[in-house]
């Protein structure tokens, strides 16, 4: 019998050597004259693993990781094809505690399938969700997925179901699906790994949001830098459009839909929906003032849902197995699943799929093991560049839209990134105001300028110029830009700002030489 052996494509893998890895795994296949095939897998999300090779022994997967070239040839000898012991030898996969503990819905066939096998996605319950849909009318789909809670994976939480029932109820001869994957929040690589790992997944989640609103053309929006989620997506695309997936006539129905793959050239800001959707129509990345919503004109003028990768990706188990299945998981008004990324200075970094009301502390102590080098932890930001640094007094927030509001923080996109005890936090809040002063799309002053005079305001607080009277003055900046702001770049680098100063206010305080000169 054929052995098959995974090994990943995903970047977070190839960047630590996955491609040497197949190579010398295939030339070692070779001069053996082993019955194997490789099957370049996505990655199962555990960063401090990669490259994680697995073998299919007759009853599970056994994974072996982190694998270097160097290391093959050892493994062969070892008797790997066959689980065999090894230095590297982690056991089965599915019993490894980081997965074993996670709630895999959306990325339930990430790192498990051949991505760009519709076989194996067939195999793993993929397009039952759309089979579903297909035999029903819009406004049920919409119900189902308003039902199942689904709120917005990209940053603002917005309820996906209502969005989707606006632009069913848009009049419009041509409405378009928009999917974010500009993904520019720091900590973040969810959407990345959907697309790599699983990109039927979220072709099937456009189909559904296509056909709940009458939508048959739909876009992809992916950053530049991630060259391989755009090949992968492409492909993708042009197999299902092959197999009748896409196209005039969605698996023989009634409904046409196709897509293409667009990408980025690199802001910060094209991110938010109105930008992205100017950069898709070739004009430059500037925000767009609301109304109008984008879901009543939105691309070229027309109805649109802008959603996120992981939104859509979400919405075919919801399909698959209904509204109050997927609803069932989570806390409050945070339904579902969240695919946590953890990043930063943290021993076990990588991504983590569970139900929503896991608390910060154990998120950030117990599935990341703390810190990478071995200080305490000092501060976590959530939620990307515009998420508020807590500190451990506050690594009792559960982890949920409202909850992490109610601590002037927010989730955003779920990316964390922890930091040790040698973080500096007035550099940190520079860093935030420095950062929208170069992202801004400079529509509005209080982020244009505001950031600017952020940025100096924080040097003087650094040199020991009058420190009170310019803490006093960030502050109010910080107020200006989050009430005066069009949108949340400028409205919310308040939030990682004020929470440095609040929660860490000795790192504000100037060198006790300088303020004895003063
Ligand atoms: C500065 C800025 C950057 C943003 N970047 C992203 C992004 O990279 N990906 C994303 O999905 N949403 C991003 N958003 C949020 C989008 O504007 C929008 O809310 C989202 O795409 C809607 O999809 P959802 O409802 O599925 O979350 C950003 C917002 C702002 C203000
Ligand atoms: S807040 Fe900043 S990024 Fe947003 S519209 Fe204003 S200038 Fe542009």
Not at 137 to 145: D, L, M, S
Not at 162 to 181: E, F, L, R, S
Not at 201 to 215: N, R
């Amino acid at each position: 019998m054929t052995v098959t052996i995974f090994v990943p494509r995903d970047a977070a893998a190839l960047a630590l050597g996955a491609e040497k890895v197949a190579k010398a795994m295939a030339q070692e296949i070779e001069a053996r004259g082993l019955d194997a095939k490789i099957v370049r897998n996505g990655s199962r999300g555990m960063f401090w693993l990669e490259p994680l090779v697995e073998v299919r022994t007759e009853h599970e997967r056994i994974a072996y990781g982190p694998v270097k070239a160097g290391d093959v040839k050892g493994l062969f000898d070892a008797g790997f094809l066959e689980g065999g012991q090894h230095a590297l030898h982690l056991g089965p996969t599915k019993d490894i505690p980081f997965l074993r503990q996670q709630t895999r819905l959306t990325f339930s066939r990430c790192g498990v399938t051949d991505p760009l096998s519709l076989d194996d996605y067939r195999h793993y319950q993929g397009f039952k969700g759309l089979e579903n849909a297909i035999a029903m009318t819009q406004a049920q789909i919409v119900a189902q997925v308003t039902d199942s809670g689904l709120r917005g994976r990209g940053g603002a939480g917005f309820p996906t179901g209502i969005k989707w029932k606006t632009v069913m109820d848009a009049a419009g001869p041509q409405k378009y699906i928009v999917c974010n994957a500009d993904e520019g929040d720091s900590a973040t690589f969810a959407d990345r790994m959907i697309m790599e790992g699983d990109p039927f997944v979220l072709i099937e989640g456009m189909i559904i949001a296509g056909i709940a609103t009458g939508a048959t053309k739909g876009y992809v929006y992916i950053r530049s830098e991630y060259p391989h989620a755009i090949a992968t997506m492409t492909e993708a695309v042009e197999i299902a459009r092959a197999a009748g997936i896409l196209g005039p006539s969605v698996m023989g129905s009634m409904h046409a839909f196709d897509m293409e793959i667009r990408s980025g050239a690199g802001a910060y800001v094209c991110g938010e929906e109105t930008s992205l959707l100017n950069s898709l129509e070739g004009k430059r990345g500037i925000v767009r003032a609301k109304p109008p919503l984008p879901a009543l004109q939105g691309f070229l003028g027309r109805p649109t849902v802008v959603n996120n990768v992981i939104s859509l990706a979400s919405v075919p188990v919801i399909m698959d197995r209904g509204a109050a299945f997927y609803r069932d998981f989570g806390m409050g008004r945070s339904r579902g699943t969240i695919p946590i990324q953890i990043a930063g200075n943290v021993k076990y970094g990588g991504l983590y799929e569970t139900a929503f009301g896991l608390s910060l502390g154990e998120i950030v102590d117990h599935i990341g093991g703390g810190t990478a080098t071995g200080r305490p932890v000092k501060a976590v930001q959530v939620g990307g560049p515009l998420g508020a640094y807590f500190p451990r007094a506050l690594f009792d927030t559960p982890f949920d839209y409202e909850a992490f509001a109610a601590r002037d923080g927010l989730i955003g996109h779920a990316g964390i990134t922890v930091f040790d005890d040698s973080a500096d936090m007035l550099k940190q809040a520079r860093f935030a105001m420095e950062f929208c002063a170069i992202e801004s799309c400079g529509k509005c002053t209080p982020c244009r300028i505001g950031s600017t005079r952020g940025v100096e305001t924080a040097d003087k607080i650094r040199q020991g110029i009058e420190p009170e009277k310019n803490k006093a003055l960030l502050a109010d900046l910080c107020n200006t830009m989050k009430f005066g702001s069009l949108c949340a770049l400028g409205g919310f680098t308040p939030y990682p700002v004020m929470s440095a100063m609040n929660h860490f206010p000795e790192d504000f305080s100037p060198a006790p030489m300088v303020e004895a000169a003063e």
